[in-house]
């Protein structure tokens, strides 16, 4: 694989990134993590991606199960699960952020989701602005690319949807944004592609209208 792309801990070209200051989720547990385990000559960190897929697996298979068993309700009940999760990591990313008065909004939405996207999904992100009121972004690599299908990447949209509500609930960013996946690498491409761009005015969430598409194909197979 070449080394294109940053992972959590690398810096991004943007001046303000260096003046940003995000929050790091989970940290008692990444203390303990750093201080009695990484040290350790026996340690193995191929056993934290088998830990993840695993959890991965779990979480599919329980909303499949739900929705064969239980139908559109067992359903909603996995998804709320799923957007509180997302709201709490959303609030942890936010929990004594520093940002510098000449930020843009649309630089620090970028730098949100590369938060999200090198700490939470562990994933090769190559961001990009590409103007005031879009940024973008490739994922060169994902955890569970060789595990989930396509349409199993829709469990992601409901950790997302409660990222971004705690996003904008926190008042953080002066703007709503649309989000939208534009290709995958379960579905065939090379990377995952996705925009980001500033919401119209009385404008539909595009991110939960799909999702309910998603939702209602689900429960007819």
């Known amino acids: 694989?070449?080394?294109?792309?940053?992972?959590?801990?690398?810096?991004?070209?943007?001046?303000m990134w260096n003046k940003t200051k995000l929050g790091e989720p989970f940290k008692k547990?990444?203390?303990?993590?750093?201080?009695?385990?990484?040290?350790?000559?026996?340690?193995?960190?191929?056993?934290?991606?088998?830990?993840?897929?695993?959890?991965?697996?779990?979480?599919?298979?329980i909303l499949q199960e739900v929705e064969k068993k239980l139908g559109e309700e067992g359903q909603k009940a996995?998804?709320?699960?799923?957007?509180?999760?997302?709201?709490?990591?959303?609030?942890?990313?936010?929990?004594n952020i520093q940002t510098p008065a000449e930020i843009?909004?649309?630089?620090?939405?970028?730098?949100?989701?590369?938060?999200?996207?090198?700490?939470?999904?562990?994933?090769i992100e190559d961001p990009r602005i590409d103007n005031e009121e879009q940024c973008s972004f490739d994922i060169l690599w994902c955890p569970l690319q060789d595990v989930y299908s396509a349409f199993d990447c829709r469990v992601q949209r409901y950790l997302v949807q409660g990222l971004f509500n705690a996003f904008r609930d926190s008042g953080v960013l002066q703007y709503d944004y649309q989000?939208?996946?534009?290709?995958?690498?379960p579905a065939g491409a090379e990377t995952c592609l996705f925009q980001i761009t500033k919401k119209k005015p009385n404008e539909k969430d595009k991110w939960e209208e799909y999702s309910k598409a998603l939702e209602k194909k689900a429960l007819e197979k």
């Not at 996995?78 to 929990?95: A, F, P, R, S």
């Open 78 to 95: 996995v998804i709320d699960g799923l957007i509180k999760t997302g709201y709490t990591m959303g609030k942890q990313i936010l929990e």
């Open 179 to 185: 989000v939208e996946v534009k290709k995958t690498i």
């Open 104 to 123: 843009s909004d649309i630089e620090l939405m970028s730098f949100l989701v590369t938060i999200v996207n090198t700490q939470s999904w562990t994933s």
């Open 29 to 61: 547990a990444l203390e303990r993590f750093r201080d009695d385990v990484i040290p350790r000559s026996d340690f193995d960190p191929t056993s934290l991606l088998q830990f993840g897929l695993f959890m991965s697996m779990a979480v599919i298979n």
């Open 1 to 15: 694989m070449d080394e294109k792309g940053i992972l959590k801990g690398a810096n991004r070209k943007e001046a």
